[in-house]
């Protein structure tokens, strides 16, 4: 599986942002995808992940009502959809695809990643 993430940039906080990552290769529709970010001074985080059937979400405590992951899976593409952007959001963000038959709760359930995303949110 190949992922390509798309969609970074610079904004001022407040602002939108929508992450995409498309998929290629042994895609499967039926795999929980993942968004990561590692800030310059934090660990990597799951920022937020969607099953296949995109019926079950789950985000991160900071950025709860903030960011909205989707899916197409007709296009085999992830969305991370970011509003009400603060400067701690600034980070890399890299898209994920986990293992057949796991929760996606952990980074270690994703053998597959894109190459990462630069997001940087201004004051």
């Known amino acids: 599986v190949q992922l390509q993430a798309s969609g970074g940039g610079l904004v001022q906080a407040g602002g939108s942002l929508r992450l995409s990552c498309a998929a290629s290769g042994r895609t499967s529709s039926s795999r929980v995808m993942g968004w990561f970010r590692q800030g310059p001074r934090t660990e990597r985080e799951l920022v937020a992940r969607i099953g296949g059937s995109a019926l079950s979400t789950y985000y991160a405590d900071s950025v709860k009502g903030r960011f909205t992951i989707s899916r197409d899976n007709a296009k085999n593409t992830v969305y991370l959809q970011m509003n009400s952007l603060k400067p701690e959001d600034t980070a890399v963000y890299s898209c994920?695809?986990?293992?057949?038959?796991?929760?996606?709760?952990?980074?270690?359930?994703?053998?597959?990643w894109g190459q990462g995303t630069q997001v940087t949110v201004s004051s």
């Open positions: 994920a695809a986990a293992g057949t038959g796991v929760s996606g709760a952990h980074s270690y359930e994703y053998p597959y």
